[in-house]
């Protein structure tokens, strides 16, 4: 049976699509901007802290989510491919303590304009295994409840910027 939330074509490909109400440009904005991203990234009660965002084809992000206990987080990766206001695609792997990193995957992320919002879709490809794939999709679920929170304290605001 398929989840509408979290349909997968895939056994390794993980696909959210989320309804914003909020324009194409406000939500690729919250993916790109630094301290946007540091308002939503992550699970409930994690804090979020970007290290390096460097949104163009081959720039570098890298970011801290920090647990409630204080456990660090560390996540890295390379931007693939940067479409203003509609695609982004970046990898992404978690550095181990030891210098090392998780097996790296791929997020596509495509924004297309619906009923005066933004129909989002998050497809992370390439997870080794379920348990991994399983991890991320409640990560990303709490993540985007906190991105739509963020996208309607940020309509709501006569500026946007």
Sequence with gaps: MTNPETDTDNARDLVFVRR????CDLV?????DPKAL?????????KAVGDQLEVWPGGRHRACLIAPDG???????KYLEVNPPHRLVFTHAWEI???????ETVVTITL???DGGTEM??????????SSLKGHEGGWSQSFERL??????TSERPDHE
Excluded: I, M, N, Y
């Design 20 to 23: 914003f109400d909020a324009p």
């Design 28 to 32: 690729f904005r919250a993916w790109t």
């Design 38 to 46: 540091a308002q939503w990234s992550g699970p409930h009660g994690f």
């Design 71 to 77: 456990e660090e987080h560390w996540v890295s990766g």
């Design 97 to 103: 303590g030891t210098g090392e990193k998780s097996p």
């Design 112 to 114: 297309k304009e619906s």
């Design 121 to 130: 879709t998050f497809r992370q490809s390439g997870f080794e295994d379920a």
């Design 148 to 153: 739509g929170v963020f996208l309607g304290a």
